[in-house]
C-alpha cells in the first residue's frame, strides 16, 4: 500500500487572488511534479483535496497525469489545521495508492503520525509543491519510500 501527500504548490497573495489559487511559478512547481512522476509510471487510483483553491488546482494537476479515471474528490478534513487521528483511522482501511493533497501544519503532523504515531515530531519539511511517499507493509507499518520535491528537480536540469 502506497499513501502520497503533498502540499498544494506556490499560492498566490490574499492581495492578488482572495481564494489564493496557484502561482505561476506554483503551477509551474507542481506540473513539473507531476510530470516526472508520470515518467515513472506512478499512478493513484483516488485524489482527496482540501476545498482550498490551491489545493485543489494541485490535486488536479496530479490528476491529470496520475490518475486516468480514478475517484477525484474533494474532503473537508484536508485543512491546515484539521486533525490527524480521524484521518490516520480512515488511512488504515485504506487498499488502494491514494494521494492527499493539502496544507501545512497538517501534510506534515500526518505524516509524522503515521511514521512515529505522534505528530509532534518533525519528520519530513514540506515545501510547496513536495510530494512524500509512504509505504505500508504486512505489519501496518508506515515508513517514507520517497520525496520529490520542485526544488530537487530543479537542481537535477
Given amino acids: 500500500m502506497r499513501l502520497f501527500i503533498v502540499r498544494h504548490g506556490n499560492a498566490l497573495s490574499k492581495e492578488a487572488d482572495p481564494q489564493r489559487g496557484l502561482s505561476e511559478s506554483g503551477k509551474e512547481d507542481v506540473a513539473n511534479v507531476a510530470a516526472f512522476l ?4 506512478f499512478q493513484v487510483e483516488r485524489v482527496f483535496h482540501s476545498g482550498k483553491k490551491r489545493a485543489w488546482e494541485t490535486a488536479d494537476m ?22 490527524v487521528v480521524p484521518v490516520v483511522k480512515q488511512i488504515q482501511n485504506l487498499s488502494k495508492y491514494t494521494m492527499f493533497v493539502g496544507h501545512l501544519p497538517f ?17 519530513v519539511s514540506f515545501t510547496p509543491g ?15 519510500a520517497w520525496v520529490v520535491s520542485p526544488e530537487l528537480l530543479k537542481s537535477l536540469n
Fill in 38 to 41: 508520470k515518467r515513472g509510471n
Fill in 62 to 83: 496530479f490528476r491529470n497525469c496520475l490518475t486516468g479515471n480514478g475517484l477525484f474528490d474533494e474532503r473537508d478534513w484536508l485543512g491546515p489545521l484539521d486533525p
Fill in 107 to 123: 501534510v506534515g503532523k500526518l505524516v509524522s503520525h503515521l511514521i512515529t504515531a505522534n505528530e509532534d515530531i518533525g519528520v
Fill in 130 to 144: 513536495m510530494v512524500v511517499c509512504l509505504e505500508r507493509d504486512g505489519n501496518e507499518i508506515w515508513s517514507v
